[in-house]
């Protein structure tokens, strides 16, 4: 019976519950007696169960749970709670449980007899059943509720008053209800409104996108976040993801940890607390120690800066004094030193950097010493010296038994060069007496020999002698360069200096002395007698030849410039300037305050007479004849003509008068020769060979008509052509029409896009736009690009916003871009513009 | 008093209105005819930023460069050719009463003299070897030496740093101090020589007429070509188009520039051998003079003549104002432009009798005429010859050390080439003219061809009987006609000689490594 029940949502939650027991069975159960528990939760169902369908419908699987031994307590508390509302408000009360099924009957009928008489579907009623208890609770029974029965539950709300007024009103009006449109009405009314709503969004977009499109320039400037953060910004986001990352992320938060850092941070605070007077100290201290290092770096700054060789030497030598005084102080210093001299000696030895071995000093060697100025010599020979210096220190170190020479630095080589004389002439000596012991056993016993030997003996004897004698010369001359090189070098400190200003034949001397020396110190650990007879060499030639040569030399090379200004020599036909001739310099001094200085000039001017060519020549025409004195006088004949007039020839005449003529035909001619090279004139038509050629047809017919016409028009062409020209009405004139290809690639191909008319463009064009040409303010707007983006700016599409019309339309369209929507978007902007992209 | 304080304001209105049309250099398009909106709007901003800077340019005009040329004003009746220099010389301020002199150099023979473009330096060159540079501005010498053997010409290069001479074999660069720099041999025996400063091209013409440019700033030789009409030693550089006149013993005058074998423009001008050239600054006037004892002044745009005088000249020189100096014998006549190309005689010079005047030349940025005479040099004063406003951006001639060396920077660096040369440099960037036979492009060749097969497809064919016009034959036949109607474009195609141009970017270009990767692999 119950399932026959048609729309009752009870059957569908029975059947959702599981299978259940009819009633029937249910009730044969309860009479068979259960427990107590149970037997009163069945009651409370069937209590339920009288109450109300929709209240028992909810009851059964509460019922089915108890026997499931799966009653949940709080969902029973509700159901109970539910039960005595619905009790006290239900006006059909049921007392039984028996009744329960009689009374859905009931139900039933009532429901089917109000749907008969109202109209109305059952769900209505079922609803109305189903809500009545929960929501409200109405005070008469029976019959349909009405809107009145509602409004009196809202009564004394707020707005009651107009609900109750509007229902007043169309109770008193009769209702009709018109019918519906048709389709296709309501469609067009629709399509009206949706019209009307777009074209008020669309119109707004219009000035914007209008302004961008005739805008000169669009900014995509402002956005400049790129979007990329800081570094500490991206640490923030980062969450641990792999196991690895996760467990030292659990470490490094481990409350140990950050505790232990927490204490240690404050540990450093307590330290950092430092006192006032402290920190002042060492501020102090730590600006005088900048001044200090800034002062010295000046100082060195400037010290470097001077250029003075003579202050340099005075350092270096203080610096010398400094360090030997350190030397005798601290021995490790002292060694130190002669351990880095050593290096520079061996180094020196390795490279001979001091040895005329240098580009720079090849190059002076090579063009003469004599050449150079004062400085240039005072370095050679500092160089010089400065080897020998190495050089003959490293021997000293080598062998201790020269002690004489490793006695003193700066000892002068002139001394040395007496001792080496000294000791030559010694050696010769004992040589000579040595001589004299003769073996006299062997082969040398021969008479032959003997006399061979005697000879030689002799010879060598002689040789000794010369020998002798010359080292005699050269001390005495040593002697006397020495006095006067002392007189030279007392105020020179003593060391040796080529002056050449004192460019005399002492000095000379000096200097060829000065190699001398460089060659017999830098032979000296040779053989002796080598040597010996190597000085010998130079010194019985050099000094003499030496002298000479120098003497001639400066002669020639010491001159002054101004010399050879005063005397000329032979030379002094080309010796005509401003300065030598002397006019400059009067013209200077006449250059004073007086007015008539010009009539000075002139009346001087007439003092010097012209040199006028007596016999005046035709103009030089020749390009061979092209001597200088030739051309001078062509030169200065052809305006001679002109001033002494001179009655041409007759020849002359004729010729004078009648170039005229010539020049214009042989123009003419060139001119056709130019216009025939630039159009050339058309073939005459011709006999064509071929098909009755030999037969007198074609002879008779002449010439083909088609080859005619093509003749006429090629020839037609040509005179248009040549009327086009330039210079078709200028007779004197030729201007080529030849195309210059390398011009091209400076033309524009085509007329560029916009442009439809040659005239618009190239006038668009006639103006320059660089900077040489326009102010400041135009330059940067004349040369904008239409687009000013910065290179990775995301152009955001366009965004509407609200314009001030009364804004000034001529300032350039600034677009602002935003990372994100502005919220209040309607906001007006300083420039008021709107960002978009350009379409 | 009002009256005339409206006068005074309408009259600087109307100048200041001139200079900006001056300014505006010429007419902006009609936006009114236009139809393109877009075109138009862009148009009508450029031409107002256009306005902006004539108008800023006039003010600055006004303001920055008040002086004006003086010209001699004579009295009624007086002539002001008939001043002597000495009455001119008592009236001008002390600065300028220093400026002329006369310098008697009688041995070393003619001489030419050369001035730098900002008229600081004046170079001079005797023929018999005497060259002089010197400093006009403290009347100091520089450099003075001689160089021994025929000197024919002068000229200074981008500035006084360096300078060319024409001597007897070779000509020769020099700098300032006399060092020699180069020998340009293949110049051969240089009878004239000019500078074109703008684009570093040193232009000589030789013994055999051979026109020669170089290039100073590489040393490249621009051009050599042949004039093939004979020896000359008259030539001028125009300088509002860097084209270089030449005058020659036919009567003619060419003009030349160095992409092109042929004159641009041959003039007959002179019934006798042309003597001299001379072209105003602002490149529209030419002078010449020429042994029929005629002086011509000719319109460069017309080519036409627009004054001749009876009158023979050695030299000729225009000055920055427009005067015309010419020589002759002994007497330098300077003519000045009283309006519409009237030149009247303005003044008058007389040298000593027997001095043989070689060549004038305006000194630039002064009232000075220099003369190069066969017993030395002399300068006189001319009033209004010299442009009384420098612009320190174009020639400067306080310039300093630094500035000097910043300017020879800015000229090299904007060089123009040699091919900038045109008769008409406002050609430059306008749209070509058409030419008179064109090749056809790959795309109008392939439009030609597709109809071409159009209209082969589209014969319609006679029915035929015989099995003749199944649909197989009449097939193949279509076929064949395509094919025939084909042939002549694939031909013209074929013929460009080109390899395809896939294949070319697949053999030449060569990615970069990292994407080497991602290139094809050529099949094995």
Redesign the interface.
Known sequence: MRRGKPARGGPDKKRRHGPRLPTTMRRELDAMGSGPARGSDDEEVSDAGAEDVYEYEEGVPEEEAGKNGRYDAVAKYEYEFDSDASEADEDVPSEEGEDMEDDGEDEEKQIRILQETTGMPREAFDGKKRKQPSELPLPHGDGPITIHDLLDNIQGKPGYSKVRKRLQQQEKKTMVIAAPLPKVERDKLDRNMTYEQSKGEFTKWERPVKGNREAATLFFENDVNLGVNTIAAIASEFKPRTKLEKTIDELTRSTEIMEAHKNDGAKILELNKIDVEDVRERQNRLAKMRSLLFRHEMKAKRVKKIKSRTYHRMLKKDKLKAASADFEADPEAAKDYAMKQEFKRAEERMTLKHKNTSKWAKRILKRGLSVQDEGTRAAIAAQLQQNALLTRKMNSMKDDSSSEESSDDDEDENDSEAKILNRGKEKILKVIEEDKEIPNSGVFSLPFMERAMKKQKEAAYEEARRALEEYDNSLRKLEESDNTERNDSINVTGKRAFGPAKNTPEDANKRQKLEETENSDSEYDSDPAEHLGNNEATTKDGIPLGRALLDDEQNDLYKSFDDIMKNPGPKTTFEVGMLAGDSWKTVKSSKGNDDNNVNRITNKSKLQTPIVDPNPKQRDNDPDSDSEEEMVEGFMTISDTKENYELPSQADLIRQAFAGDDVEAEFEKGKMEVLNEENPEPEKPALVPGWGQWTDIQQKKGLPSWMIKEHEIAKRNREEALKRRKDSKLKHVIISEHVDKKVEKYLARNLPFPYTSKDVYEQSIRMPIGPDFNPAISVSALNRPAIVKKPGVVIKPIQYEEVDHHQKPDEPKRVIQRVTPHPNAKKKQSKGATSHKRK | MAPARVDAQKDAENELEMKVAKY???????LKA???K??K???A??EK??G???K??AK?EQWLMPCEEGFLEPDDLEKTYRFP??SI??EVD?LS??K???????????YTIEYTSNGRYMLVGG????L?MMDMLN?D?IK?F?V???VRDVAFLHNEQLYAVAQ?KYPYIYNRHGTEIHCLKEHG?VLKLQFLTKQFLLASIN??GQLHYQDVSTGEMIANYRTGLG?TDVMRVNSYNAVIGLGH????VTMWKP??V???????????PVTAVAFDRGGHLMATAGV?RKIKIWDLRK??VVKSYTA?A?SLDFSQKGLLACS???QVEIYRDFGGHDYRLYMKHRM???????KVLFRPYEDILGIGH???LSSILVPGSGEPNFDT?VDNPMETTKQKREKEVHALLDKLPP??I?LNPN??????AP?KKEKKTKKENEEEMEEAIEAAKNTARKKKTKGRSKPSKRAKKKEEDVFRAKRPFLEQSEGDGRPDKKQRVGEEVELPKALQRFAKKPQS
């Open positions: 505006s250099r010429g007419k902006g398009a009609d236009l139809r393109d877009k075109l709007g862009q148009l901003v450029k930023l256009f902006q800077s004539a800023a340019a600055a220099q000495e010389m008592k002390l009463s220093r002329p002199f006369d310098m008697i150099l009688p041995v070393l023979g003619p023929r018999k070897g005497h002089a009347m010498l003075e001689q021994r053997e025929t007897k025996k013994s055999f020896r013993a036919g009567g003619k992409t092109s042929k004159p641009l423009v041959t003039m007959l001008c002179h019934h006798g029929d080519y036409e023979r050695q002759n014998g002994s000593m009798k027997g001095y043989q005047v070689g066969s017993m030395g951006f091919d900038t045109m050609l430059i960037a306008t749209v070509r030419k």
